[in-house]
């Protein structure tokens, strides 16, 4: 049982994000879905839409729940190369969607979940090595 608390301990980093990841992607593709069926919204507009809002909740989760960074000193310059990092992670995200769903095939909802396991280790990296570092 001690092994067990230990890698838990040692990964808790990593279950946070993963548990946080989850939230934004589900808000995500929540907010994806309803656009496209309720809104009748372009599938790619949709991804711009709900990519977009799930940043702001991403950014919240990741700054005060998974890295533990609660300085509210230069908030909004930390939020802004957030939000710069996450347009081009827009572009990756957008032309994946386009290649899963036009050029492959896959339905829309799948493309958008694939995405976003690609977009969630690129995220990680950046997030632990540059924008939530500790000093």
Do not use: P
């Not at 990593?14 to 656009?35: E, V």
């Not at 991804?47 to 998974?66: D, G, M, N, T």
């Not at 799948?110 to 632990?128: D, E, H, K, M, P």
Request: proline fraction near 0%; charged fraction near 10%; include cysteine.
């Amino acid at each position: 049982m001690q092994k067990v608390k230990d890698i838990i301990f040692k990964y808790i980093r990593i279950i946070r994000y993963i548990f946080a990841g989850s939230i934004a992607t589900g808000s995500n593709l929540a907010i994806l879905f309803i656009c496209v069926h309720f809104f009748n919204l372009w599938y790619l507009t949709s991804a711009i839409i709900s990519f977009c809002s799930a940043v702001i909740i991403s950014y919240l989760l990741q700054k005060f729940f998974v890295f533990k960074n609660y300085s509210r000193e230069n908030m909004h310059k930390q939020f802004a190369i957030f939000f710069i990092f996450n347009l081009f992670m827009l572009g990756i995200n957008t032309l994946l969607m386009y290649t899963f769903v036009d050029i492959i095939g896959l339905w829309y909802l799948f493309a958008q979940a694939l995405a976003a396991i690609i977009g969630a280790c690129v995220n990680y990296i950046y997030f632990n090595k540059i924008i939530f570092k500790k000093d």
